[in-house]
Nanobody
Framework: VQLQASGGGLVQAGGSLRLSCAAS????????MGWYRQAPGKQRELVAY???????NYADSVKGRFTISRDTAKNTVALQMNSLKAEDTAVYYC?????????WGQGTLVTVSS
């Protein structure tokens, strides 16, 4: 499965961005898909994930501001990011978890100016 992330950019604090991750195959059989981020000098951390049953989970730092969703018809997973803060600045990566392997897409840079 190949993953293509898009939607990053420069936004002012308080603004919104919507990231999208397009999979090259059907996501119906993928156990879970998620978004991670890595800020300069920090480890990669989980932002949110959504399971095949549409259960979702969020990092405490983004709860109430970010929403993850998936479109099985388009094989995409989106991350709607609202009320962005400077500390949300990072490279965002999407991933897909299957029984056999974990796939990663290339990152998309989100920069939030304060």
């Amino acid at each position: 499965v190949q993953l293509q992330a898009s939607g990053g950019g420069l936004v002012q604090a308080g603004g919104s961005l919507r990231l999208s991750c397009a999979a090259s195959a059907s996501i119906l059989s993928i156990n879970a898909m998620g978004w991670y981020r890595q800020a300069p000098g920090k480890q990669r951390e989980l932002v949110a994930y959504i399971t095949r049953s549409d259960n979702t989970n969020y990092a405490d730092s983004v709860k109430g501001r970010f929403t993850i969703s998936r479109d099985t018809a388009k094989n995409t997973v989106a991350l709607q990011m609202n009320s962005l803060k400077a500390e949300d600045t990072a490279v965002y990566y999407c991933n897909a978890v299957t029984p056999a392997y974990v796939y990663w897409g290339q990152g998309t840079l989100v920069t939030v100016s304060s």
